[in-house]
């Protein structure tokens, strides 16, 4: 039996479990968290009208054909750098979990276990998220290796020109690598089972960037590597070099406005992901659900969307689905599920997620989720 009620719960679960920087680090958006807390409110306030006498006797399907393929349902998990501060070995059991589900599992450039080893992990249903570095040397050879390993869908970030500002890190002192500091040791020490698991597995690493310091290098150059990985020079020039270089599908991620939707088209690119990193970039930015009505409107009714940001539950992603999304990823839910139950989490999250969009579709006499009119 499912140990998960509602993400709500397994985030109170996981605050209790991990550490207060490592909770803040995931839980935490950029400024004041006014562009976090709009995200949720906009889908809270939306409204699903209930229809009833329609037969929904049976199986209701979520199966969505998205990006060329079949998807169990219209939901995926997004990707997550330093995902191992919420559990060690977190990124691979997200990977399985989602293999197993027949929902994507988009693996991070700054992800804790190697893309190579989580292509293997979901040979079929992963995707690589790239963050345009300042090194040109690192984006080509991330590319080619995220092609030798075998992804057919490539991600790129776009939403991160600066590290966004985030004062719950800055407050608690969190930077890689750990400063040990009494308040550290106090936290780590309030937190023990947490701390073993941590201790025992090792520190979270980016395994991905590690090759490109040097060898030997500490701990402080592979995090000023890694610092460098976010840079403000992707533009549109270099987007269609990359679109030139990756030969499948590629995800523009972090678009916001009409207009740069409407760029992202032109430049050929096979989908946009409305998001604004969760809340974590820019504190006045949109909430994520209004700015994907304004796009689905620009871009016309073909033109393949998602959106993330503050989806909680089935109800949720059938909102965004009705206010013009294809799909929808989520972040935090996961690493909290995770952190909260264990590997079981991520299975857990995927099918509460399920049961909940059909019941939500039941409610909502929707026999089938590709009905769903916008
Ligand atoms: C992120 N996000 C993110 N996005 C990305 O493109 N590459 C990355 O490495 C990361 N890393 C990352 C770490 C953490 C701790 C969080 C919470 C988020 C953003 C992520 O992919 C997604 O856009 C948001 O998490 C969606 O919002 P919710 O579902 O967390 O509200």
């Not at 092609?147 to 500002?165: C, F, I, M, Q, S």
């Not at 308040?183 to 590690?210: I, T, Y």
Request: some cysteine; charged content about 25%.
């Amino acid at each position: 039996m499912s140990r998960l009620v509602s993400f709500d719960d397994v985030r109170e679960k996981a605050r209790r479990k991990m550490p207060r920087f490592a909770f803040d680090f995931i839980d935490g958006g950029a400024g004041t968290e006014t562009g976090l807390a709009r995200n949720r409110t906009a889908f809270r306030e939306r409204i699903l009208e209930p229809r009833a006498l329609i037969n929904v006797d049976g199986e209701l399907s979520t199966s969505t054909r998205f990006l060329g393929r079949e998807w169990a349902a219209p939901f995926g998990i997004a990707p997550i750098g330093l995902a191992g501060l919420a559990w060690p070995g977190i990124d691979a059991f997200l990977a399985r979990a989602a293999e197993g589900a027949g929902v994507p599992y988009c693996a991070s450039t700054p992800a804790t276990t190697q893309l190579e080893t989580l292509r293997q992990v979901a040979p079929t249903n992963s995707w690589f998220q790239l963050y345009v570095g300042s090194s040109q040397d690192i984006v080509d050879d991330l590319i080619e290796r995220a092609k030798n390993a075998g992804y057919d869908t490539l991600v790129v970030t776009a939403d991160v020109p600066r590290p966004g500002k985030r004062r719950r890190d800055i407050r608690n002192g969190f930077a890689l690598p750990l400063r040990i500091t009494p308040k550290l040791v106090w936290d780590l020490a309030c937190h023990p089972q947490w701390s073993m698991a941590v201790l025992k597995a090792g520190l979270p690493r980016f395994a991905n960037l590690e090759r490109y310091a040097k060898p030997g290098a500490s701990t402080t150059s592979l995090a000023s590597l890694m610092a460098k990985q976010s840079s403000g020079r992707l533009d549109w020039d270099l987007l269609a070099k990359i679109r030139k270089k990756w030969p499948g599908k590629l995800i523009l991620k972090g678009i916001l406005s009409p207009e740069d939707a409407l760029m992202a088209v032109d430049h050929d690119v096979d989908a946009v992901v409305v998001s604004n990193h969760g809340g974590r970039q820019l504190d006045g930015a949109p909430a994520t659900l209004h700015s994907l009505e304004r796009v689905r409107q620009a871009v016309g009714s073909q033109f393949p969307l998602i959106v993330d940001g503050g989806i909680r539950s089935g109800e949720d992603v059938l909102k965004a689905l009705q206010a013009g999304a294809d799909f929808v990823l989520m972040g935090r839910p996961f690493l909290f599920s995770v952190a909260a139950l264990g590997e079981a989490g991520a299975s857990e999250a995927l099918a509460m997620l399920q049961t909940e969009l059909t019941n939500a579709m039941a409610q909502t006499g929707l026999r089938d989720v590709v009905d769903i009119s916008r």
